[in-house]
């Protein structure tokens, strides 16, 4: 019953931006309106620190007593910022994979990605860590950039 309170914001993310998203693509199905936002999207650079932060202080609530409401909002904060850096893994992936299938939209990447997640035991895991770590990676490096966009300064 705790862990429930604990984990209850970042569900109500899930449950309502997977409703919102599946609408979009119904909605938007034979465009590539929506792929085009989904690849454009992306967190502003502060936020890592919000992510870094809170999830130090969710590793200290751990050595500290708190009580359990304390424990519990801190870790709905934590998840929830950790679901948006999640959702910007997400952009990146498409980006990757549209630079090889130019006509994968965001529908059904996000349909394969639901097919993995559930029916490949240990699978969400490591996909769920994997956007993570690419999504909160991308604040120091640059994943969706374009072959030929590297430019050099001309100091002449």
């Known amino acids: 019953v705790q862990v429930m309170g604990a984990v209850l914001g970042p569900m109500m993310m899930t449950v309502c931006g997977v409703n919102a998203f599946i609408a979009l693509s119904i909605q938007q199905k034979g465009t590539v309106r929506l792929t ?7 967190l502003p650079q502060d936020w ?6 809170l999830w130090f202080t969710v590793a200290l609530g751990y050595f500290l007593s708190w009580p359990y409401l304390v424990k519990a909002l801190v870790i709905n904060v934590a998840l929830s910022v950790s679901l948006l850096y999640e959702l910007q893994g997400f ?35 490591v996909g769920v860590l994997a956007l993570l770590v690419v999504g909160v990676l991308e604040t120091w490096f640059e994943f969706r950039r374009k072959d030929k966009e590297i430019s050099y300064e001309n100091h002449s």
Do not use: D, S, Y
């Open 91 to 125: 952009a990146i992936l498409l980006f990757w994979l549209r630079k090889r299938h130019v006509t994968l939209t965001a529908g059904k990447l996000f349909g394969w990605v639901i097919v993995l997640v559930l029916f490949l035991p240990g699978m969400n895991m």
């Open 36 to 42: 085009e936002k989904v690849l454009t999207w992306r």
């Open 48 to 53: 890592v620190w919000a992510f870094l932060g």
